[in-house]
């Protein structure tokens, strides 16, 4: 590893899978020896009560990070998985888009605060809120590349392209550096055409950066974060589990310089 990654995972749509990426790439990532630092950036706080902890529970997280009452080091949590620290958010986060009007630079929060500690990380997963907000910008701004989890459905590249704009107008305005790391099919089931035919048309618009890895739906996907557990935790023979540990094995496979 050249040096560190840090990866957005971002959706403006709910209900895509887009936690239960970040959390489980994350996982499999620190499972396969790297050192990973997941940033909740979603006030739902998922991420966090996926990992097994206590959203509520902590004094500390990312919204005292964005207030510039803390840093990183100060708000950063050991979880369930070894090699895997978390920074927690809460309903909290909500308020830091209306506290942060007229403050300078505030775009570029985040991005300043990781440059303190990205020396002590292999990858670091950022899980953006379903929004285009001002959290969502500093995610953007801060990473390297954008990961797109994106559910085999309808709908789905009429998002894409409202995400792929915002993309273009942080490179062009803030981030020359940013690009997009893949899109990841979630929710796919293989008895549906229509599932298929998402994942074709996306294939024929992006080409090289679709993942070949797609998640299938899955029972036990859905119901380990009940239980504060990645899933190669809670169940390691499940297909959601495999496919995680695949699509790890792929992000860890890009070159990068």
Not at 27 to 39: M, N, Q, S, T
Request: aromatic letters at 6%; a negative charge.
């Amino acid at each position: 590893m050249g040096r560190v990654r840090i990866i957005a995972v971002a959706n403006q749509k709910g209900g895509v899978g887009k936690t239960t990426t970040a959390i489980n790439l994350s996982a499999c990532l620190a499972a396969a020896g790297k050192r990973v630092l997941a940033i909740d950036a979603d006030q739902q706080g998922n991420t966090t009560s996926g990992l097994g902890l206590d959203k509520n529970g902590g004094p500390l997280t990312v919204y005292h990070i964005f207030l510039g009452e803390a840093d990183v080091n100060g708000t950063k949590q050991p979880t369930c998985v070894e090699g895997l620290e978390v920074i927690p958010a809460n309903i909290n986060l909500t308020g830091a888009e209306i506290e942060l009007i007229g403050k300078e630079r505030r775009e570029f929060i985040l991005r300043e605060e990781l440059e303190k500690v990205k020396a002590d990380y292999d990858f670091i997963i950022i899980d953006c809120p379903p929004s285009l907000n001002l959290i969502t910008i500093n995610a953007l701004t801060a990473a390297d590349t954008v990961l797109v989890p994106i559910q085999c459905e309808y709908f789905a590249l009429e998002g894409l392209e409202q995400l792929l704009h915002t993309v273009n107008l942080v490179k062009k305005r803030l981030n020359p550096a940013l690009e997009i790391e893949g899109i990841v099919f979630t929710m796919f089931d293989a008895r549906t055409n229509l599932s298929l035919q998402v994942v074709e048309e996306v294939k024929r618009t992006l080409g090289q950066n679709v993942y070949r890895t797609i998640i299938p739906r899955n029972v036990r996907l859905g119901e380990s974060p009940s239980h504060g557990l990645p899933i190669h935790m809670y169940d390691p023979r499940s297909k959601g589990a495999e496919a995680y540990a695949q699509l790890a094995e792929e992000v860890m496979e890009k070159e990068w310089n």
